[in-house]
């Protein structure tokens, strides 16, 4: 998913329509088994990359700049000195490492808005996954 399409689904899962605890680990964003099941014991990696991806369709990724001035409204990635503030910190979120200029972000494994660049995540990947309802 791109980095904005991730900075979505954690602003809506931290809102009153979804699980506003500000609990670190918020695993689905409902709170129950009809939302987004986010894995926070690993790095969700995004199409957000600071150099162009070749042969990609650009709708497809968000193209950032080695400075955190490039953040997006909506991706969250920003912090309280960019246009775009982001949600740096919140829901004891504790990784914001910008990316360099061909490096793309790992999103959520220390608290759904962490992000870090993909030079310093430990290789832990995970997948987000829709769920429709109960028993599938």
């Keep these: 998913m791109r980095a904005?399409?991730?900075?979505?689904?954690?602003?809506?899962?931290?809102?009153?329509y979804g699980n506003?605890?500000?609990?670190?680990?918020?695993?689905?964003?409902?709170?129950n088994n009809t939302g987004i099941i986010l894995d926070?014991?690993?790095?969700?990696?995004?199409?957000?990359r600071g150099?162009?991806?070749?042969?990609?369709?650009?709708?497809?990724?968000?193209?950032y700049t080695s400075s955190n001035s490039s953040a997006k409204p909506g991706d969250t990635?920003?912090?309280?000195?960019?246009a775009n503030p982001g949600c740096a910190g919140w829901h004891l979120a504790s990784s914001s490492t910008w990316i360099g200029t061909i490096n793309g972000f790992v999103r959520g494994k220390d608290g759904i808005f962490s992000f870090a660049n993909t030079t310093n995540n430990g290789n832990n990947y995970a997948r987000a996954v829709?769920?429709?309802?109960?028993?599938?």
Excluded: F, H, M
């Design 4 to 16: 904005t399409e991730y900075g979505a689904i954690a602003i809506l899962s931290a809102s009153a």
């Design 20 to 31: 506003p605890s500000n609990e670190q680990a918020i695993t689905t964003t409902t709170g």
């Design 40 to 48: 926070t014991t690993k790095w969700e990696l995004t199409a957000g």
């Design 51 to 63: 150099g162009n991806i070749a042969g990609a369709n650009a709708r497809y990724y968000n193209l």
């Design 77 to 82: 990635l920003g912090d309280e000195t960019t």
């Design 130 to 136: 829709a769920v429709c309802g109960t028993g599938l």
